[in-house]
């Protein structure tokens, strides 16, 4: 019988790039959303359209946009890292890797960057919004 998987141990790579040297693990990432396309629908309805219902075809598809957010590790590095990213727009390619090895491959930009509310008992927190540009893949784990 199968067992649901946890999703702690789930993390986000974003990919290396230009000069750098290694790809950067996003650390203290607290919540990863949905990775969720969709076809848009084109109306193909003509007058002679069987029993005058609509008919329809799948379109584009919009593989809409990973939110992420987490806690800003000390030094805040990472923060600068993803910031100067959201800065540049540059597409970037991204990985999603559950922990038993599945992988969600996808490419995309930071369209929306927050630094998260400062409190006397609170975490400094971020959270980016990656649009994601073309079909992400998925590549399911191999079988031990």
Do not use: C
Not at 68 to 76: E, F, K, R
Not at 107 to 113: E, V
Not at 121 to 131: K, N, P, W, Y
């Amino acid at each position: 019988m199968a067992t649901a998987q946890r999703a702690i141990g789930t993390s986000l790579t974003m990919v290396k790039s230009g000069d750098e040297t290694a790809d950067t693990i996003i650390a203290r990432v607290s919540s990863i959303g949905e990775v969720n396309p969709t076809h848009s629908e084109i109306d193909v309805t003509t007058l002679d359209s069987p029993n005058g219902a609509q008919e329809f075809i799948a379109g584009a598809t919009d593989s809409g946009s990973l939110a992420v957010s987490g806690q800003v590790p000390s030094g805040a590095s990472q923060l600068d890292a993803l910031y100067s990213v959201f800065k540049s727009r540059e597409v970037r390619d991204w990985i999603v890797t559950w922990p038993d090895g599945t992988k969600i491959d996808l490419s995309g930009f930071i369209n929306g960057f927050t630094f998260g509310e400062a409190a006397p008992d609170g975490l400094i927190t971020f959270s980016v919004e990656i649009r994601v540009s073309g079909l992400p893949k998925l590549t399911p784990a191999t079988a031990p």
